[in-house]
């Protein structure tokens, strides 16, 4: 299995981007699918997660601003940024969970996104 993040980049304050995550598979195999994030320095965080039947859990930082969606028939979960600030730079990994127990979990290499002016 394989995942693939794209769509980051350097982006203003107040911009907005959308990173999509590719999977090599049908992503309905997978329990959940989401995003992290890493900031230079820190732990790995969670963005926000989706699972099969829709229900979506985000992080405080990030409601209202970003949202995740997966769309089944591109086998693709996307993550829309709008207002994005200074702080939410980072690399974004987009992660998937699989199995009885949720216990394998496949990760993505990350893409960048750079919020400055």
């Known amino acids: 299995v394989q995942l693939m993040e794209s769509g980051g980049g350097l982006v203003q304050p107040g911009g907005s981007l959308e990173l999509s995550c590719a999977a090599s598979e049908e992503i309905f195999s997978f329990n959940v699918m989401g995003w992290y994030r890493q900031a230079s320095g820190k732990q790995r965080e969670l963005v926000a997660t989706i699972n099969n039947g829709g229900k979506i859990i985000s992080s405080n930082s990030v409601k209202g601003r970003f949202t995740i969606t997966r769309d089944n028939a591109k086998n693709t979960v996307f993550l829309q940024l709008s207002n994005l600030q200074a702080e939410d730079t980072a690399t974004y990994y987009c992660?998937?969970?699989?199995?009885?127990?949720?216990?394998?979990?496949?990760w993505g290499p990350g893409t960048q996104v750079t919020v400055s002016s």
């Open positions: 992660h998937a969970r699989a199995g009885y127990f949720n216990d394998i979990e496949y």
